[in-house]
Nanobody
Framework: QLRLVESGGGLVQPGGSLRLSCVAS????????IGWFRQAPGKEREAVSC???????????YYLDSVKGRFTISRDDATNTGYLQMDNLELEDTGLYYC?????????????????WGQGTQVTVSS
């Protein structure tokens, strides 16, 4: 059974940092693109970042414009884990962050939903 489990969320002040982790089980991650979506209260869900399969497409990345230069996505296929390093956090980054697979990074601006989601980890940026 495919499963994604996120961790690393929390409460942080503006300008602070958090590192989200996503452990995948039930399948071999290295074949898949892996990414992160988020949803804030009262707002639509948005695609934040993605990193493609290193073996298939060289680990290319996608970032939402508002997080470029502040967030860094990475993956460790040896441990079936994806990461999202979030620096210089802003109030607008507050939301529930979901790890996702089964959507190509090239489709992250299409509005198509990923096939598999984790349960989410809450990120709250507040002074």
């Amino acid at each position: 059974q495919l499963r994604l489990v996120e961790s690393g969320g929390g409460l942080v002040q503006p300008g602070g940092s958090l590192r989200l982790s996503c452990v995948a089980s039930g399948f071999t991650l290295d074949y898949y693109d892996i990414g992160w979506f988020r949803q804030a209260p009262g707002k639509e869900r948005e695609a934040v970042s993605c990193i493609s399969s290193i073996s298939r497409t060289g680990g290319t990345t996608y970032y939402l414009d508002s997080v470029k230069g502040r967030f860094t996505i990475s993956r460790d296929d040896a441990t079936n884990t994806g990461y999202l390093q979030m620096d210089n956090l802003e109030l607008e980054d507050t939301g529930l962050y979901y790890c996702v697979v089964d959507l190509p990074c090239t489709s992250y601006t299409s509005g198509a939903p990923p096939g598999y989601w984790g349960q989410g980890t809450q990120v709250t940026v507040s002074s």
